[in-house]
């Protein structure tokens, strides 16, 4: 169940020897480096936006959902890049096969609920500029449970470092390298709204850059059933879209305490990425250009026309940009842009 839409059905089963069945998700628990069991799942997505009825058939996926090959015992901790409360993040490698990964260690259930969630989301949308999952286990070591969720580990920078970085020396992208990277990230939202996925959490610091370009960060998606909802209030207060940043400054006003926004996750997205494209355009944050006010339309016309960019390029921002929700393009409609 997401946001009390019922997406699909499946068979859950718990055993201590390995499963001959088919199986969609496997997670393998392990209690001091020993296998102790598998939890085993055969999940089913549907394809349309509609609640079946019982009687509904369900078709199988055509994929798994996650990696079976990767064990607690062939996978080794190599670096600790962060701890917090809840997780720790380490640099890793698979010893069988040399391949270099990033570990999230959950400690507490409702971040492990969570992170096993994204796990699940990210399985499904395999993607080239989208961070691949490849595995998800659970530790009993020390009476204590961890969640592991085992992912590929991106070369290159921070793109927020990397604009941070060239903001300083004014050294501007070339109009062909930012077509290349909005290509890419618009193409890849599209594939993610196909798959009924929002991310809303939309900004430079959720991205890998090198040659290339990829989103790695899916702590905050939302599963879409429907084009406009309410929604518990997430992401950054900088890349909201004008819709978003409206219900937080009801919810600071104390007028929605609950913090909701009833908006298009999609294409409140789509104005969280037109504010990234400009941040990589302008090397500039894009401070107060979400904000709802009467000239903001102003406001973004006379930002945009400032870039030393093409006329197509400007209009790309403009129309991602629209404060209109209702006349702002999807990442679908966005394609034929790029």
Same mark, same amino acid.
């Given at each position: ?14 055993? +201590? ?11 393998? #628990?392990? +209690? ?21 009825? *019982?009687?509904? %058939? ?34 890793? /490698? #698979?010893?069988? %096969? ?6 999230? $260690?959950?400690? /507490? ?11 699940? %989301? ?6 080239? !500029? ?24 991106? $070369? ?12 300083? /020396? ?6 062909? +390298? ?15 709204? /196909? ?15 090198? !040659? ?6 899916? =702590? ?6 429907? $084009? ?9 207060? %900088? ?13 600071? +006003? ?10 298009? *996750? ?19 944050? *894009?401070? =107060? ?39 702002? *393009? ?9």
């Amino acid at each position: 169940l997401f946001n009390f839409k019922l997406l699909g059905e499946g068979e859950f089963s718990l055993s +201590k020897l390995p499963s001959s069945l088919n199986k969609d998700s496997s997670f393998s #628990v392990y +209690k001091s480096s020993k296998k102790t069991g598998e939890i085993h799942m055969i999940l089913n997505f549907l394809s349309n936006t509609k609640t079946p009825s *019982p009687q509904t %058939t369900l078709k199988k996926p055509h994929k798994r959902m996650l990696s079976y090959d990767l064990t607690l015992g062939n996978l080794e901790f190599q670096k600790e890049l962060a701890s917090e409360k809840n997780t720790k993040l380490y640099e890793g /490698r #698979v010893a069988d %096969t040399k391949v270099l990964v990033r570990v999230k $260690e959950c400690l /507490r259930v409702d971040e492990f609920n969570r992170v096993q969630r994204e796990a699940l %989301t990210l399985s499904r949308v395999s993607y080239p !500029s989208i961070c691949k999952v490849l595995g998800s286990l659970l530790d009993t070591s020390n009476s204590k449970l961890k969640h592991i969720l085992v992912q590929e580990r991106l $070369e290159g920078k921070n793109l927020l470092d990397v604009i941070n970085f060239r903001a300083k /020396r004014n050294n501007f992208w070339t109009e062909d +390298k930012l077509w290349k990277y909005f290509e890419s990230l618009v193409r890849s939202f599209a594939h993610l709204e /196909r798959n009924q996925i929002a991310h809303s959490d939309i900004k430079p610091s959720h991205f890998v850059c090198s !040659s290339g370009i990829k989103l790695f960060d899916f =702590g905050a998606y939302v599963m879409v059933c429907s $084009e406009e909802a309410t929604f518990s209030l997430s992401g950054t207060l %900088t890349y909201f879209s004008p819709l978003e940043f409206q219900a937080y400054t009801s919810y600071l +006003k104390g007028e929605n305490p609950e913090r909701l926004v009833t908006h298009n *996750p999609f294409k409140s997205d789509t104005y969280s990425l037109g504010l990234t494209f400009y941040q990589m355009s302008s090397l500039k944050l *894009p401070l =107060g250009l979400n904000e709802c006010t009467d000239n903001l339309r102003t406001k973004l016309q006379l930002a945009i026309d400032k870039l030393n960019y093409s006329s197509k390029l400007k209009e790309l921002l403009l129309n991602m940009l629209e404060v209109d929700q209702s006349k702002r *393009p999807s990442f679908t409609d966005l394609e034929s842009w790029v």
